[in-house]
């Protein structure tokens, strides 16, 4: 039987659990919105912060001292294994910098700590992507744990695996960079404030407890998990005498990659020209791609879906890139062309291993990064090589 492809599945998740509500799981325990507002994670204000906070919430952060490099990495399913190939081509290539911060949404957040440790973890990036595990993530799909349950997949397989590859020993590790300074941030969005939560897993990492190991790969998993697709993380909170369960899911629900604030970035310059470059790694294809939709409801939802995470890409891209120039950073973006193969449907391996070895090829010609989004165009043909931005040769 034939797969369905990812937006396909998700629409059709959404429309039982909209015909079939009153069968859903048992009721969570509510609290308010004042408890939501004043929520605690074991006990502490500086694990998290939401995105929408003045750059101020930040303010006991520390970054390295000297020049600065920061690497953003964005969602997109399978189309990670794109970054895990072109992180290990980069370290081939031998143009690699060592990341003063690492951010990661959806699938970039399962590169993000791995990325953030550098290359002695390229192998365990390209086992994920190119091995076949992550494709039993998606095996035996039951409608009735859409209805009836949390997700689609409504197995804990992507938990297990995360905690898998993320020991003590690696949260230990990512401690031990924290303390000198170094930062890493994955995003989850909470379903019940309907807010982009970034998580500092080097803080969280700097507590060393049982407790904090279960928080790191809690949040980790939370950020790939694809709402009604796979379960979502219930991440205990509290507020006063309060005790409850924020729901987290995907970060790419609310943003499909970030780069901190601007204001938290300036900052960190305590009144000096900031040295910092950014290399903002799209795990997805962001120019325009023709398509003659089927006229049918599913389809139709499915293209949408992914013409709204396009367009917010584009939005996030050409923002980041003004307010780059505008401080004089460095200005680094990769992403998939448009010309490569359509994704197939869940994390299909042959797929991802060529995938994975686009993006090794392309860090080791030294092309995978341009120095501004691309310009408009339409989506009929290839754009012609004049009208395209210049690229960079190897990492600057």
């Not at 204000?45 to 000297?66: H, I, M, N, W």
């Not at 600065?68 to 794109?82: I, M, Q």
């Not at 009735?144 to 690696?170: C, H, M, W």
Request: hydrophobic fraction near 45%; charged fraction near 20%; charge should be positive.
């Amino acid at each position: 039987m034939r797969r369905m492809s990812r937006p396909l599945v998700v629409s059709l998740v959404i429309a039982l659990s909209w015909m079939l509500a009153a069968c859903a799981s048992p009721p969570r325990v509510p609290y308010t919105v004042a408890e939501a507002k004043a929520a605690r994670v074991l006990n502490m204000d500086d694990l998290r912060r939401y995105a929408d906070e003045p750059a101020s919430a930040f303010a006991g952060t520390k970054l390295v001292a000297g020049p600065r490099y920061y690497l953003a990495l964005s969602g997109g399913g399978a189309d990670g294994a794109y970054g895990a190939g072109l992180l290990n081509g980069w370290t081939a290539a031998g143009t690699r910098p060592n990341f003063s911060i690492v951010s990661g949404v959806s699938t970039g957040a399962l590169i993000a700590p791995f990325a953030f440790l550098g290359p002695q973890y390229d192998p365990t990036l390209r086992e994920f992507y190119t091995s076949g595990i992550a494709e039993t993530l998606l095996d035996s799909p039951n409608p009735l744990n859409a209805i009836f349950g949390s997700g689609l997949f409504g197995n804990k397989r992507l938990r297990e695996l995360v905690a898998q590859y993320i020991s003590q020993d690696f949260v230990a590790a990512v401690a031990s960079e924290y303390a000198k300074g170094r930062m890493l941030f994955v995003v989850t969005t909470n379903l019940d404030s309907q807010r982009s939560v970034i998580w500092d897993l080097g803080r969280i990492a700097s507590l060393q407890t049982p407790e904090s190991l279960n928080l790191f790969r809690d949040v980790v998993a939370a950020s790939a998990s694809l709402p009604a697709v796979f379960p979502p993380m219930l991440i205990n909170a509290e507020a006063g005498s309060a005790r409850f369960q924020e729901m987290h899911v995907d970060g790419g629900v609310m943003a499909p990659v970030l780069t901190l604030p601007e204001a938290y970035l300036l900052r960190n310059a305590s009144g000096k020209m900031l040295d910092l470059q950014l290399y903002i790694l799209i795990n997805n294809k962001i120019e325009p791609e023709f398509q003659v939709v089927p006229d049918r409801t599913l389809e139709i939802a499915g293209r949408s879906s992914s013409t709204i995470v396009k367009t917010q890409t584009r939005s996030i891209l050409y923002t980041t890139y003004d307010f780059a120039r505008r401080n004089k950073f460095g200005f680094n973006l990769s992403y998939i062309e448009a010309d490569r193969p359509v994704s197939p449907a869940g994390f299909n391996t042959a797929y991802m291993r060529d995938l994975f070895q686009y993006g090794y090829d392309k860090a080791m010609s030294g092309h995978a990064w341009e120095k501004a989004p691309p310009a408009d165009a339409p989506p009929a043909a290839p754009m012609a090589e004049t009208s395209r931005v210049r690229r960079v040769a190897g990492a600057n």
